[in-house]
T-cell receptor, first 114, second 114 residues
Framework: AQSVTQLGSHVSVSEGALVLLRCNYS??????LFWYVQYPNQGLQLLLK??????LVKGINGFEAEFKKSETSFHLTKPSAHMSDAAEYFC????????????FGSGTQLTVLP | EPEVTQTPSHQVTQMGQEVILRCVPI?????FYWYRQILGQKVEFLVS????????KSEIFDDQFSVERPDGSNFTLKIRSTKLEDSAMYFC????????????FGPGTRLLVL
């Protein structure tokens, strides 16, 4: 079975500061990993995904994430936060083979302070 | 850019009533999904659908739930006899292929059962 843990349900950063949102996964087989963002009253939008190619994945809006197998982590970072980054961020995992369902973490609400 | 659409955006119903939530997936996608998010909780997988049949379902997806692709464009989720605990945001998603491929999410239907 797969699972995802997101440390920190709420993260606040100042505008221009580094954004770091943490995600750890549990999986018995190599996973696919995703970060989605949800703006208020909207659906989930894909930021980036890891599918066993490069371990450093670049996504939209300046976000990137690094897959670290030894740490079972897939943390999301952005060098400089913008006010428009305020949203809820979800890490998700799916597995090779027939299990196409996404298993989501509990989400991290990012607040960007002026 | 093509997107997944869902109707209605909000629905209020009485306990015990049947509801049908509608989704129009992206047109060349082959895999379809329903997820739900109870307020304050994780996004949870309900069911996946491929080649006109259910390919996976979670333990949440019991006999009161059903899915259908009645024509070439719509994908519906029916809840036969709603319960208070069915109150949630329901997301439809679609993908071109299976595991590892991006799932594109609709904006959701907020269901409130009274």
């Amino acid at each position: 079975a797969q699972s995802v843990t997101q440390l920190g349900s709420h993260v606040s950063v100042s505008e221009g500061a580094l954004v770091l949102l943490r995600c750890n996964y549990s999986s018995s087989v190599p996973p696919y990993l995703f970060w989605y963002v949800q703006y208020p009253n909207q659906g989930l939008q894909l930021l980036l995904k890891y599918t066993s190619a490069a371990t450093l994945v670049k996504g939209i809006n300046g976000f990137e994430a690094e897959f670290k197998k030894s740490e079972t982590s897939f943390h999301l970072t952005k060098p400089s936060a913008h006010m428009s980054d305020a949203a809820e961020y979800f890490c998700a995992v799916s597995l090779l083979g027939s299990a196409r369902q996404l298993t989501f973490g509990s989400g991290t609400q990012l607040t960007v302070l002026p | 850019e093509p997107e997944v659409t869902q109707t209605p955006s909000h629905q209020v119903t009485q306990m015990g009533q049947e509801v049908i939530l509608r989704c129009v997936p992206i047109s060349n996608h082959l895999y379809f999904y329903w997820y739900r998010q109870i307020l304050g909780q994780k996004v949870e997988f309900l069911v996946s659908f491929y080649n006109n049949e259910i390919s996976e379902k979670s333990e949440i997806f019991d006999d009161q739930f059903s899915v259908e692709r009645p024509d070439g464009s719509n994908f519906t989720l029916k809840i036969r006899s709603t319960k208070l605990e069915d109150s949630a945001m329901y997301f439809c998603a679609s993908g071109r292929t299976g595991a590892g491929e991006t799932q594109y999410f609709g904006p959701g239907t907020r269901l409130l059962v009274l």
